[in-house]
């Protein structure tokens, strides 16, 4: 007895070691961080939902849904990927120590927001006359314009949060989104109890975005050291700047990624439901969606944040190591996927009506088809980064092209056996199923031959 006790106490203190020796890692540190703010944002989220739906109701709520829906597909034309694309090109001159590569960088990320912000306030303009157009609704093309604003405001805290990363400022970035989600569902519903309706979700949002915009250029000047990164003055000078036409070049291919995997999904799922469906549908299927994808926003945004700054750091300096940092990387946000897909099961269905009333007791079956995408995803984690290191988006984006395809048509063939609800619900599903194939392919080619010849990082062919 006394040996066994011996034997427990040693490894207690040895698990004990190995969790502080975790825990003073500055990926872990970083990763918690995130983590909190993140919990902090579903729980605001959380509450909006209800509160949201509530106050709207089902009708209204589907409403608001395609108000969305329709300045999200509007929006693609603005989409150029300098949102995404500054993340992995930044973190890469920053660990270069390149001032001119990062300069570059940045002056690319300016040019491409003042090219988006032009049509930005085309589309302003027209959503009126293209909602008349394309679904013989001028209203919605008046609420939509608004939206279609909020999204050209996000140009400047997309590159300061992303500079404010890079320096590790990951407490300021936690505080400044939960700020901005709170004050947005605090302004939307008070609003709402005005009886503002769907007027009260779209002042929310675009009100905070334009209070951020003062803040985020005040801290660009306080953070964005003049050592690493361009000065504001330099910043007005650098529309002019040549030599961005390569990441212009690989910004339209992670804009056409991003175009299908953010923006027609699920936009172009609730354009297709709202035309073959009530509005009551629509709001019934927005709400699945949401509770459906719960587990993958507590999971999935500060790892893959970080991710996506770390995984071509790793690559730049030791690609040997890559293939096992990635697979490490998986098999965590794997299990984490599946145990966060039972429990959402168990707990949230009879939740449900509960807590959103028995109006929207409807969306449970959507929220169980689709909700095993939870553990599809998070296996996910290192591809986008990998094939944007690999120089691999083009299959990023023919493979979810190729995913939404067969979804349209799972829906149109299921529709006619299952109800509108269950077969939307189904090709979510489809959609999501379909990455297996590009999982597969990275997994077994690109990775398996980075790591048989160790390719350094500029050897490494398009």
Same mark, same amino acid.
């Given at each position: 007895?006394?040996?066994?006790?011996?034997?427990?106490?040693?490894?207690?203190?040895?698990?004990?070691?190995?969790?502080?020796?975790?825990?003073?890692?500055?990926?872990?540190?970083?990763?918690?961080?995130?983590?909190?703010?993140?919990?902090?944002?579903?729980?605001?989220?959380?509450?909006?939902?209800?509160?949201?739906?509530?106050?709207?109701?089902?009708?209204?709520?589907?409403?608001?849904?395609?108000?969305?829906?329709?300045?999200?597909?509007?929006?693609?034309?603005?989409?150029?990927?300098?949102?995404?694309?500054?993340?992995?090109?930044?973190?890469?001159?920053?660990?270069?120590?390149?001032?001119?590569?990062?300069?570059?960088?940045?002056?690319?990320?300016?040019?491409?927001?003042?090219?988006?912000?032009?049509?930005?306030?085309?589309?302003?303009?027209?959503?009126?006359?293209?909602?008349?157009?394309?679904?013989?609704?001028?209203?919605?093309?008046?609420?939509? /314009?608004?939206?279609?604003?909020?999204?050209?405001?996000?140009?400047?805290?997309?590159?300061?949060?992303?500079?404010?990363?890079?320096?590790?400022?990951?407490?300021?970035?936690?505080?400044?989104?939960?700020?901005?989600?709170?004050?947005?569902?605090?302004?939307?519903?008070?609003?709402?109890?005005?009886?503002?309706?769907?007027?009260?979700?779209?002042?929310?949002?675009?009100?905070?975005?334009?209070?951020?915009?003062?803040?985020?250029?005040?801290?660009?000047?306080?953070?964005?050291?003049?050592?690493?990164?361009?000065?504001? /003055?330099?910043?007005?000078?650098?529309?002019?700047?040549?030599?961005?036409?390569?990441?212009?070049?690989?910004?339209?291919?992670?804009?056409?990624?991003?175009?299908?995997?953010?923006?027609?999904?699920?936009?172009?799922?609730?354009?297709?439901?709202?035309?073959?469906?009530?509005?009551?549908?629509?709001?019934?299927?927005?709400?699945?969606?949401?509770?459906?994808?719960?587990?993958?926003?507590?999971?999935?945004?500060?790892?893959? /944040?970080?991710?996506?700054?770390?995984?071509?750091?790793?690559?730049?300096?030791?690609?040997?190591?890559?293939?096992?940092?990635?697979?490490?990387?998986?098999?965590?946000?794997?299990?984490?996927?599946?145990?966060?897909?039972?429990?959402?099961?168990?707990?949230?269905?009879?939740?449900?009506?509960?807590?959103?009333?028995?109006?929207?007791?409807?969306?449970?079956?959507?929220?169980?088809?689709?909700?095993?995408?939870?553990?599809?995803?998070?296996?996910?984690?290192?591809?986008?980064?990998?094939?944007?290191?690999?120089?691999?988006?083009?299959?990023?984006?023919?493979?979810?092209?190729?995913?939404?395809?067969?979804?349209?048509?799972?829906?149109?063939?299921?529709?006619?056996?299952?109800?509108?609800?269950?077969?939307?619900?189904?090709?979510?599903?489809?959609?999501?199923?379909?990455?297996?194939?590009?999982?597969?392919?990275?997994?077994?080619?690109?990775?398996?031959?980075?790591?048989?010849?160790?390719?350094?990082?500029?050897?490494?062919?398009?």
């Amino acid at each position: 007895m006394s040996t066994q006790k011996s034997y427990t106490l040693r490894r207690m203190r040895e698990i004990k070691a190995k969790t502080l020796s975790l825990l003073r890692v500055p990926f872990v540190q970083n990763v918690m961080r995130f983590q909190v703010s993140n919990m902090g944002m579903l729980v605001t989220g959380a509450i909006s939902s209800v509160l949201y739906a509530r106050l709207l109701g089902v009708e209204q709520f589907g409403l608001f849904t395609m108000i969305s829906a329709f300045a999200g597909l509007l929006c693609l034309a603005a989409t150029f990927g300098q949102e995404t694309t500054v993340v992995t090109f930044l973190s890469e001159a920053v660990g270069r120590g390149s001032r001119k590569d990062t300069t570059t960088v940045i002056s690319y990320f300016v040019q491409s927001a003042l090219l988006a912000l032009l049509i930005y306030t085309t589309l302003f303009i027209l959503s009126p006359l293209l909602s008349t157009f394309f679904r013989g609704n001028e209203d919605l093309g008046y609420y939509a /314009r608004w939206l279609i604003l909020n999204s050209a405001l996000q140009s400047t805290p997309a590159l300061v949060f992303t500079i404010l990363q890079i320096e590790n400022r990951i407490t300021l970035i936690a505080i400044l989104e939960n700020v901005r989600a709170i004050a947005q569902v605090v302004i939307s519903t008070v609003l709402l109890l005005l009886h503002f309706g769907v007027w009260s979700l779209i002042i929310g949002t675009v009100s905070v975005s334009i209070a951020y915009i003062p803040i985020c250029v005040w801290l660009y000047w306080r953070y964005a050291g003049p050592d690493r990164f361009p000065t504001v /003055r330099e910043l007005g000078k650098s529309i002019r700047q040549r030599g961005t036409g390569m990441y212009f070049r690989q910004g339209l291919w992670i804009a056409a990624d991003q175009m299908i995997a953010s923006n027609l999904y699920p936009n172009l799922f609730y354009m297709i439901l709202g035309a073959t469906a009530p509005l009551q549908i629509v709001g019934l299927f927005r709400l699945g969606m949401r509770l459906a994808t719960i587990p993958v926003q507590i999971i999935m945004p500060s790892v893959s /944040r970080l991710a996506a700054v770390a995984i071509p750091k790793i690559a730049s300096l030791n690609r040997k190591t890559l293939r096992n940092a990635c697979f490490k990387l998986m098999k965590g946000t794997v299990l984490l996927g599946a145990l966060a897909t039972v429990g959402a099961a168990i707990v949230a269905t009879p939740l449900i009506p509960i807590v959103y009333g028995r109006a929207f007791a409807g969306a449970i079956p959507a929220f169980l088809i689709i909700l095993p995408f939870t553990i599809i995803s998070t296996g996910n984690v290192a591809i986008v980064p990998i094939a944007r290191i690999f120089k691999r988006v083009w299959l990023l984006t023919l493979t979810n092209a190729a995913g939404l395809l067969c979804a349209t048509a799972a829906y149109f063939l299921l529709k006619t056996y299952v109800s509108p609800l269950v077969a939307i619900s189904i090709s979510v599903l489809v959609y999501h199923m379909n990455t297996l194939y590009l999982s597969y392919y990275l997994w077994t080619s690109i990775l398996h031959d980075s790591e048989a010849h160790h390719q350094p990082f500029g050897q490494v062919t398009a």
